[in-house]
């Protein structure tokens, strides 16, 4: 354990991914605040990582409440040295039964959400001038739209392009903008008995990832790369192309 007055911020929590990269982060020593929209849903994957992590409640695609959460954080541990934007939305429908208000969800989570949680962090880290990292989860929506995806799709790919640009304008101002393509399916203990070893990508793997991204040194930063595991055969659509991060 490397002992730290570091705090990470991981917005879209669930018990998968979300959950892992906060005890990455608290297991590092870090003060750990997870977001998640519904404040029962966090509390308890708080809870479970003890005192290091705090559970808040934020929808990560309302301004005022993605401004509020960050005051928070600020105000009760210290400014985000890390944040982590892992919120996605499901969205698989026939393109001619999509209505307006199905795709713009799945714009708002995927990519709207991402924007303003980059602002708000951004802003504190580039006034305070003590720079940072902030990491995006992407999966294989974000390079290639599937028949039914285009919601998920849209979304992802906004966020990508979103990234591409910002890293230009903040990595010379010390924060460190870093985009993770998920290609495959996430673990979890129901599912990972079904097709042997290996077959689904761990989260707890995903996070080590995310770790080692926020320690890079900075004359060699990542600004995208894509995780799968090695025994993923081609051609599925995966549940995290469905939105399905946790």
């Known amino acids: 354990m490397t002992s730290t007055s570091e705090t990470a911020v991981v917005v879209g929590v669930g018990p998968r991914l979300g959950a892992a990269i906060g005890r990455r982060f608290a297991g590092a020593g870090m003060s750990v605040a997870l977001?998640?929209?519904?404040?029962?849903?966090?509390?308890?994957l708080a809870a479970a990582i003890g005192e290091p992590a705090r559970a808040?409640?934020?929808?990560?695609t309302d301004e005022a409440q993605v401004d509020d959460l960050f005051a928070k954080v600020?105000?009760?541990?210290?400014?985000?040295?890390?944040?982590?934007?892992?919120a996605a939305a499901f969205s698989r429908k026939p393109f001619l039964e999509t209505t307006m208000a199905e795709f713009e969800a799945s714009?708002?989570?995927?990519?709207?959400?991402?924007?303003?949680?980059a602002r708000a962090a951004a802003r504190m880290m580039v006034s305070r001038e003590v720079g940072g990292t902030l990491i995006f989860t992407g999966n294989t929506a974000s390079v290639r739209g599937g028949a039914h995806f285009h919601?998920?799709?849209?979304?992802?790919?906004?966020?990508?392009?979103l990234l591409q640009s910002i890293s230009r304008e903040l990595q010379p101002r010390g924060v460190h903008v870093a985009h993770v393509i998920v290609d495959g399916m996430i673990a979890d203990d129901q599912r990972r008995p079904s097709r042997g070893p290996d077959a689904f990508i761990e989260?707890?793997?995903?996070?080590?990832?995310?770790?080692?991204?926020?320690?890079q040194p900075r004359s060699a930063w990542t600004t995208e790369m894509d995780l799968r595991t090695w025994v993923e055969p081609s051609g599925e659509i995966s549940d995290i192309v469905r939105g399905r991060n946790g």
């Open 107 to 117: 714009w708002r989570a995927g990519c709207l959400g991402g924007f303003l949680v």
């Open 203 to 215: 989260p707890e793997a995903i996070a080590e990832t995310y770790y080692q991204i926020h320690r």
């Open 74 to 86: 600020e105000s009760e541990l210290s400014v985000p040295a890390v944040v982590v934007y892992n």
């Open 35 to 44: 977001a998640s929209r519904s404040l029962a849903n966090v509390a308890p």
């Open 56 to 60: 808040y409640a934020c929808d990560a």
């Open 151 to 161: 919601g998920t799709a849209a979304g992802k790919f906004g966020l990508r392009g």
